[in-house]
């Protein structure tokens, strides 16, 4: 069955520097890969979709690409600030009945 | 309006006790979702409705009964719960299955 996971479960980075969270999966290419950013007791919040046949999304100071070859997708947060701090989310999905499934997180830490 | 409200945000109930959790959105999705979140655990989903019908159970014990009573409510029914449900219970809508609107959640404790 399809897996995903994020190789990192915290991530510690000065302010201003990039911030760069990966996400990998087995199998199948998904249809889509998606990157939520969530708050403590939040629900998550949509950042960023990327479709198999799209290599990079760019939106204000994220980008997330999608490798296929190497079954992985990146998703950058460029000049970070505290304010970024968060756990954020990789979610794959199918064209078929909206299923999406999210990896582990990782917990972003930006400190001033 | 483009907010998931869900209601009660907090919930603590005894494990013979019949509750319900709800939520409504108003943007017209046609996708709606139940997901269930461990501390330090990503959300798991447990069910997914389209166009008002249940098209996803993830294998979700029968003490979770989901129901959807029109295109703007879902609620989810909860009975003879156990400890290890205690959890932080997510809905989500979305316009066409793929990009998600997440309600703030149910933090529930059964005891």
């Known amino acids: 069955s399809q897996k995903i996971e994020q190789n990192s479960e915290a991530l510690n980075i000065q302010e201003g520097k990039t911030a760069t969270l990966t996400c990998n999966y087995t199998?199948?290419?998904?249809?889509?890969l998606q990157w939520y950013r969530q708050d403590p007791g939040r629900g998550p919040v949509f950042l960023l979709l990327i479709r198999e046949n799209e290599k990079e999304k760019r939106k204000e100071r994220l980008k997330v690409t999608f490798d296929t070859t190497l079954k992985q997708s990146l998703f950058h947060i460029t000049a970070s600030q505290p304010a970024d701090s968060a756990t954020y989310l990789c979610g794959y999905g199918s064209n078929q009945g909206g299923k999406l499934i999210f990896g582990q997180g990782t917990e972003l830490s930006v400190k001033p | 309006d483009t907010e998931v409200t869900q209601t009660p945000k907090h919930l603590v109930m005894g494990m013979t006790n019949k509750k319900s959790l709800k939520c409504e959105q108003h943007m017209g999705h046609r996708a709606m979702y139940w997901y269930k979140q461990k501390a330090k655990k990503p959300p798991e989903l447990m069910f997914v409705?389209?166009?008002?019908?249940?098209?996803i159970n993830e294998s979700v014990p029968s003490r979770f009964s989901p129901e959807c009573p029109n295109s703007s409510l879902l609620n989810l029914h909860l009975h003879a719960l156990q400890p290890e449900d205690s959890a932080l219970y997510l809905c989500a809508s979305s316009p066409r299955g793929e990009k998600l609107f997440f309600g703030s959640g149910t933090q529930l404790s059964v005891l």
């Open positions: 409705y389209s166009y008002e019908k249940l098209s």
């Open positions: 199998n199948y290419s998904p249809a889509y």
